[in-house]
């Protein structure tokens, strides 16, 4: 009769595999950081120097730090997403800009788009540059471009079409959102729908 012998591993040996995987991970890990910091960079993202804001030396424009509704604390941003409709969007940016003296607006499509890193794993605007924020649709103040990269996909909790309306119309009841996960933008939200909202500046205001 012939006996297979098992071939045993010590403790000590599967400790070390073990970490030799963690260590794997972990380089894995801020490689993919790595990576989001070198996009960002290119892009022409940074942070203030106070943490604020992010600009955008690029278009000169500088990104609230975080979504309305929350707070920058010094490190990330705090407090729960304010959920508007487009005229409430537009309203509120109208509020800090009478309030603060600074010209806040509703970020175009295109613009709102440059913030998404595709490359990235997963793909989506930086943590590092804007902590806490929702990956969801947010409003834009676009009403008709032809540079913006439409979404080919049918996002039905977020569409709200009306059946028989003409061109017009949709335009009238619908406007431009971009999905911060994704980067796709499309012109038939309708205005109605409660989204997230992050609000842009120019650059060289205080």
Request: glycine content about 6%.
């Amino acid at each position: 009769m012939t006996h297979t012998r098992r071939q045993s591993i010590h403790p000590t040996d599967a400790c070390a595999r073990l970490a030799r995987l963690c260590i794997a991970v972990l380089g894995l890990a801020s490689a993919f950081g790595a990576q989001a910091q070198n996009k960002a960079a290119e892009v022409g993202l940074s942070p203030s120097p106070d943490g604020s804001y992010v600009a955008d030396e690029r278009l000169r424009l500088a990104w609230a730090r975080c979504v309305e509704g929350m707070e920058w604390n010094g490190k990330t941003c705090t407090g729960t997403p304010l959920m508007l409709d487009r005229a409430q969007a537009r309203a509120r940016a109208a509020e800090r800009w009478k309030a603060e003296g600074v010209n806040w607006r509703l970020p175009r499509a295109p613009e709102l788009q440059r913030l998404v890193n595709k490359s990235a794993q997963p793909p989506g605007i930086d943590p590092a540059l804007f902590p806490a924020a929702p990956p969801d649709w947010h409003w834009t103040s676009t009403t008709d471009v032809k540079s913006v990269q439409q979404s080919q996909y049918t996002y039905g909790n977020v569409m709200q079409s009306r059946s028989g309306a003409g061109a017009n119309q949709m335009s009238f009841l619908h406007g431009w959102a971009v999905h911060l996960r994704t980067g796709e933008a499309r012109k038939d939200v309708s205005k109605e729908t409660r989204l997230p909202v992050r609000l842009v500046r120019p650059l060289t205001e205080p």
